[in-house]
C-alpha cells in the first residue's frame, strides 16, 4: 500500500544557526507520518513531505514550538 503524500513548507522563527535547524529536522523526522524534513537556516525554510492520513500540517508546527522555536507561516 502506498502511503499519501503531501508537501508543506513552514517559514521558521527562533532559529540562531545549523544546530537549531538540525534539530527541527530530527524533531519532525521522529512525528509518525513524516518521510521526510528539510530545514535550512539561512532560509528560514522546513520542508515537510508527510502522509495527510497520519499526520496534520497542526501536529507538525505543535512539534516546533515545543522544540522552543516558532512558525511564522504555513505554505501547503
Known sequence: MLMA???VTLML???HCGHC???IANGLKKV???KSAEVVYTTGKGKVVY???VVR???LVKTVTGL???VKS???
Do not use: F
Request: glycine share 16%; proline share 4%; charged share 50%.
Open 5 to 7: 503524500e503531501k508537501k
Open 74 to 76: 504555513v505554505k501547503e
Open 13 to 15: 522563527d527562533g532559529m
Open 51 to 53: 502522509d495527510p492520513d
Open 21 to 23: 535547524a538540525e534539530a
Open 68 to 70: 522552543g522555536y516558532g
Open 32 to 34: 509518525k507520518g513524516v
Open 57 to 59: 500540517v497542526e501536529d
